[in-house]
């Protein structure tokens, strides 16, 4: 159905992160290049070594640690100190995006949830996951998977959230 992208794309997104087994994810990818890893307070911001203010990266994507730290806001403010729980930045995306799945997008854009499903499988099966190519000496992973989104999505309504679901997918 038009404008309802966003819908099957959060359903894609879902079975991936609640679906799929993890190894078909790129774990390396999401710990080095993204902020997954980083550990987020109650107040929604990332927990800082007191010290040098960098944020505190989790050992693990799905830890749950305490740490002696400091939660600042946007604006330098400390919001919390001492010894704080913090939660990573993918287990509270995988939270986030949990009620996303793919019944709950069929009913939005009738696009059955089977069919939304094996789409996302093949997506991961096709991204070849540990796969590498080299390009004028230069090793990269291959990635011959993308979504590509037209102008009639991205200007209209929830264009910004197709955008952010793309940019996600390719992550």
């Not at 879902?14 to 679906?19: A, N, R, Y």
């Not at 550990?39 to 305490?66: C, D």
């Not at 002696?68 to 806001?73: A, F, H, K, Q």
Request: contains cysteine.
């Amino acid at each position: 159905k038009p404008k309802t992208n966003a819908a099957f794309l959060y359903a894609l997104i879902h079975v991936m992160l609640h679906e799929a087994p993890r190894g078909k994810l790129d774990m390396q990818f999401l710990t080095r290049h993204t902020s997954s890893p980083y550990l987020v307070g109650a107040h929604g911001f990332y927990l800082r070594e007191p010290a040098t203010g960098q944020p505190i990266i989790a050992s693990a994507l799905e830890a749950k640690e305490k740490h002696i730290c400091l939660e600042t806001g946007a604006d330098g403010e400390v919001l919390a100190e001492g010894s704080l729980e913090g939660e990573t930045a993918f287990s509270k995306l995988a939270a986030h995006m949990k009620p996303y799945s793919p019944e709950w997008a069929e009913r939005i854009c009738d696009v059955p949830a089977a069919r939304i499903r094996r789409i996302a499988n093949e997506y991961l099966d096709h991204a070849r996951i540990g796969e590498t190519i080299e390009i004028d000496g230069v090793t990269l992973p291959y990635r011959p998977v993308a979504v590509s989104l037209g102008k009639t999505v991205n200007n209209g309504w929830g264009g910004y959230e197709c955008c952010w679901a793309r940019t996600l997918l390719a992550a």
